[in-house]
């Protein structure tokens, strides 16, 4: 399967099923909010929010070199944080969504924060064979650590109209490969396919929904013992999991969005209890976590992500993995739960007590 288009001039782009009016959209509507609704998430996120969204301590973090990824067998992930995984696929690199900025922002003074440094730094990743995005917001998509990457990355993989930008920005053109949904390309053996996500897009005040948004599927190896990989991007709840499970699942390993949620936006975020719905209609094996324990973006506690979906996986038997930032996980046979978070404030509050104490 080889369906991508190097660069696309925006009649092309535009010409999609997903798009209408010089935009992209979702298949289903999105609820009418108001001005008065907008403005009291705005007033509620700036004066208000809890002490818990920010962790009390250092998270811990498994650094890693270059030596451990080239030590590491074939389809080791390596999760870097919120939504940035390295995954080793035939000797090669493919890295989700790299972010290393120190916030995800459009500037670096002021945005939300990185809650830990990246588990390696940047210049110390090995050339990688590829990049998949999922869409153009800041905390998915960073313009300096994609000038860098482009340096030694031979392709990048993006919805429709996210790889412009890049090319805007200075990669090289033939690098780039954009794709609609369901479209997708096999590379070295390796199937990538650009599959729904109910979201949206935008990096200004002026280009809403300019750019397309996804979910991808990777497929490394021959029908029979194929590693089959789902990345979930950003996104809501919607029948499209249904429909990617169908096509392509059963799946060894879901990384499905599970943080940064808000019941004022369940339109494109997704609470716990719909991350494990949507695990179950992609027919997966084991359920990964992710957009979590990186970036303050959201009312709940930082923690609150981790809790609540562990629970909700206990009780429907649901066998999940929530590997440290930097720890290599295995996805022919990923490690199962640990409750780092947990230790971070353990230690703080122990700590704390000791201090008071003297």
């Known amino acids: 399967m080889n369906t991508h288009a190097p660069s696309l001039p925006a009649p092309a782009r535009l010409a999609s099923p997903q798009a209408a009016d010089g935009r992209f959209r979702n298949p289903a509507p999105k609820p009418a909010e108001g001005l008065a609704k907008t403005l009291g998430i705005i007033w509620n996120v700036l004066l208000n929010k809890p002490k818990t969204t920010v962790p009390k301590a250092p998270l811990p973090v498994e650094t890693l070199t270059r030596a451990d990824l080239e030590a590491a067998p074939d389809r080791s992930l390596f999760r870097l944080g919120h939504s940035t995984m390295l995954i080793k696929l035939r000797g090669d690199y493919w890295i989700t969504d790299p972010v290393f900025a120190e916030r995800a922002s459009p500037v670096q003074w002021m945005g939300p924060k990185r809650f830990h440094a990246p588990p390696i730094a940047l210049e110390d990743l090995p050339p990688l064979r590829g990049v998949l995005l999922s869409h153009d917001h800041y905390d998915h998509l960073d313009r300096t650590t994609i000038l860098q990457l482009a340096k030694t990355t031979d392709v990048f993989l993006t919805p429709l ?26 590379i070295d053996g390796v199937q990538f396919t650009a599959t729904p996500a109910q979201h949206f897009s935008g990096r200004g005040l002026f280009d809403g929904n300019k750019t397309l948004w996804a979910s991808w599927v990777i497929v490394d190896g021959a029908k029979d013992d194929a590693l089959r990989v789902f990345f979930s991007g950003d996104t809501g709840y919607f029948d499209g999991f249904k429909e990617i499970g169908r096509r392509f699942g059963p799946f060894d390993v879901a990384m499905i969005e599970t943080g940064a949620y808000d019941p004022q936006w369940p339109y494109v975020h997704m609470q716990p209890e719909q991350t494990v719905q949507a695990h179950e209609d992609l027919r997966a094996r084991w359920l990964m976590p992710i957009h979590n324990g990186t970036f303050d973006l959201a009312m709940h506690g930082w923690q609150d992500p981790f809790e609540r979906v562990l629970a909700l996986s206990s009780a429907r038997g649901i066998a999940l993995t929530t590997p440290r930032m930097g720890e290599r996980l295995d996805l022919t046979s990923p490690a199962g739960t640990t409750t780092w978070w947990r230790d971070t404030e ?12 003297r």
């Open 161 to 186: 109209g996210v790889g412009d930008r890049l090319i805007a920005w200075g990669v090289d053109a033939s690098k780039v490969h954009q794709f609609d949904w369901w479209q997708g390309t096999t």
């Open 346 to 357: 353990t230690e703080t509050e122990t700590l704390t007590a000791w201090v008071e104490a």
